[in-house]
T-cell receptor, first 113, second 113 residues
Framework: EAGVAQSPRYKIIEKRQSVAFWCNPI?????LYWYQQILGQGPKLLIQ????????DSQLPKDRFSAERLKGVDSTLKIQPAKLEDSAVYLC???????????FGNGTRLTVT | LAKTTQPISMDSYEGQEVNITCSHN???????ITWYQQFPSQGPRFIIQ???TKVTNEVASLFIPADRKSSTLSLPRVSLSDTAVYYC??????????????FGTGTRLTIIP
């Protein structure tokens, strides 16, 4: 089966600019997650979707981050405006159902200058 | 949320068995224990999941004592390709929306030729 696809692979922007990341989960996977991984740290959950509804966004900085999952398939994560501390790898993961193993994409590496 | 504690790093020689222990003293009744492996520039990859006693699959074994306050990931006969960061996660897999899958800083395993 095809894995979780993410794009772009790399992105460099200046602070205060906006950026968007795209994720295409594994076909049929109902649950989708966005994680932020800062260099040297473990991934931090930003938001979890079940189909196209938000299950948990308690750690999403909502003043600048937004995410949506249209039609319960693809998802986009947006940052506007970006700050230097947003430099990180943004990982998307999906799973077929609650409690199943997560399948991760290879992430988008964001550098904010 | 059950917090996990792992060694920051470990070294081992090729061909040896490696055991990585994770402490989770306040694990809850519905919490499962899951281990992921992460290589540089890739997303984490599921290794194994368990609730109690012992679980074995084609790549690893997971040992969980009766009190479930710790768990040990066992990798048999490691090779250089097992050099990676290993994460122990504890999460509620039974209550919808309560997974709260939180990654710690992980254990950086280095295999020496």
């Amino acid at each position: 089966e095809a894995g979780v696809a993410q794009s772009p692979r790399y992105k460099i922007i200046e602070k205060r600019q906006s950026v968007a990341f795209w994720c295409n989960p594994i076909s049929g996977h109902a649950t989708l997650y966005w994680y932020q991984q800062i260099l040297g740290q473990g991934p931090k959950l930003l938001i979890q979707f079940q189909n196209n509804g938000v299950v948990d966004d308690s750690q999403l900085p909502k003043d600048r981050f937004s995410a949506e999952r249209l039609k319960g398939v693809d998802s986009t994560l947006k940052i506007q405006p970006a700050k230097l501390e947003d430099s990180a790898v943004y990982l998307c993961a999906s799973s077929p159902r609650q409690g199943s193993a997560l399948h991760f994409g290879n992430g988008t590496r964001l550098t904010v200058t | 949320l059950a917090k996990t504690t792992q060694p920051i790093s470990m070294d081992s020689y090729e061909g040896q068995e490696v055991n990585i222990t994770c402490s989770h003293n306040n694990i809850a009744t519905n919490d499962y224990i899951t281990w992921y492996q992460q290589f540089p520039s890739q997303g984490p990859r599921f290794i194994i999941q368990g609730y109690k006693t012992k679980v074995t699959n084609e790549v690893a074994s997971l040992f969980i004592p009766a009190d479930r306050k710790s768990s040990t990931l066992s990798l048999p006969r490691v090779s250089l390709s097992d050099t990676a960061v290993y994460y122990c996660l504890v999460g509620d897999m039974l209550s919808f929306g309560n997974e709260k899958l939180t990654f710690g800083t992980g254990t950086r395993l280095t295999i020496i030729p």
